[in-house]
């Protein structure tokens, strides 16, 4: 299987958590394997102005910051301790970008573990959802696949 992650999500100026789609395509079979309920940032902050908003603005997509492709590792790093994360937590690359002149990073794809929303990573926000990515990570970092592209794309 040669994977991709595809993560959309609206992209508006409302008081209401915005919920996008994480999927997870099999490029060689152009199927959808599987399909994440997600988000990127936090309530009243989903909005294009806010994508280069430190710590509650959404994913900056990858055609504005000029690269081809994020990648996410298949491999978690255990941050129990982390408040947001509060358990595993799969990182994304590259690790910093500049948006309108302003330095983000620190993204990764995490459950969505406290309040609703996260501060820039894709955070999944059910259970069900969470469990399945995991399993289908794990699955892939057993095949010996260590990362996955990921597109970021927004309608407005």
Known sequence: MKPLLIYH????????LIE??????????????NTYIATSGLPSNQSYD????RGRGP???NNLIGIGSYSVATSA??????????????KIDPNTVTVANVERGDFGVHRDANVPGSSGCVVLRTELGWEAFEKD???LASSEIKQVSLLVSYSR
């Open 9 to 16: 999500q609206d992209l508006r100026e409302t008081s209401e």
């Open 50 to 53: 806010f994508l280069s908003l």
């Open 137 to 139: 990570m794990q699955s």
């Open 77 to 90: 790093l255990d941050m129990p301790n982390v408040r947001g994360v509060e358990g595993h937590f799969y």
């Open 20 to 33: 996008g789609r994480l999927l997870l395509v099999d490029c060689e079979t152009k199927t959808i394997k």
């Open 59 to 61: 994913i900056p997509p």
